[in-house]
Nanobody, 124 residues
């Protein structure tokens, strides 16, 4: 099992940037592909971005493509989500998740371990 702790959320204005971090512990971080998901009030949790174990492959939801960047530092056991040009519709709780495989996935059920989430609120 991998323990995951997200940080970096907050209240920002539309057009601002935030960088989320997710620190992992408990197992060998580089053995896991990682994903970011988000859940807005009254909505289902949805895929945001994923990154492979090595960091060589990434994938994004269409809604964030070109604005968000996922990256990882295996030496620091940390995955990041750089969010630029934020919009009010990006407001949600953001979760990181670990998938014991080479490549990430957009399906929640493929991920075995989840963090507690960090709130991102974008005002207009």
């Amino acid at each position: 099992q991998v323990q995951l702790v997200e940080s970096g959320g907050g209240l920002v204005q539309a057009g601002d940037s935030l960088r989320l971090s997710c620190a992992a512990s408990g197992r060998t971080f580089s053995n896991y592909a990682m994903g970011w998901f988000r859940q807005a009030p009254g909505k289902e949790r949805e895929f945001v971005a994923a990154i492979s174990r090595s960091g060589s492959r990434t994938a994004y939801a269409d809604s964030v493509k070109g604005r968000f960047t996922i990256s990882r530092d295996n030496a620091k056991n940390t995955v990041y989500l750089q969010m630029n040009s934020l919009k009010p519709e990006d407001t949600a709780v953001y979760y990181c998740a670990a998938k014991p495989a080479d490549y990430g996935s957009l399906y929640l059920t493929d991920y075995h371990d989840w963090g507690q989430g960090t709130q991102v609120t974008v005002s207009s």
